[in-house]
Nanobody
């Protein structure tokens, strides 16, 4: 079983950058796909990005392509979400998630979740 710990959120002005981290407090990410999701107030949780741990294949929602980058550090058992050129509409609680196998756009496919971290982008 994998336990996830999210970190790195905060308040940033539009155009700024943040890097989110998701570490495994127990278990290993080998054989898993890691995803980042976000949920804004009053909205459904939505897919942001995913990476397959073994192959490194990445997936992004259209609105973040070219601005966000998901990556992993095998030695640290940590996945990152580098967020650049942030916009107010990126404001949300961001969640790290894990599932065995390949990446998925559906939150229902992920069995393990971090606690969530707030990202606020001011205009």
């Amino acid at each position: 079983q994998v336990q996830l710990v999210d970190s790195g959120g905060g308040l940033v002005q539009a155009g700024g950058s943040l890097r989110l981290s998701c570490a495994a407090s127990s278990g290993t990410f080998s054989g898993y796909a890691m995803g980042w999701f976000r949920q804004a107030p009053g909205k459904e949780r939505e897919f942001v990005a995913a990476i397959h741990w073994s192959s490194g294949a990445t997936y992004y929602r259209d609105s973040v392509k070219g601005r966000f980058a998901i990556s992993r550090d095998n030695a640290k058992n940590t996945v990152y979400l580098q967020m650049n050129s942030l916009k107010p509409e990126d404001t949300a609680v961001y969640f790290c998630a894990a599932r065995q196998g390949i990446g998925s756009y559906s939150s229902r496919e992920y069995a393990y979740w971090g606690q969530g971290i707030q990202v606020t982008v001011s205009s």
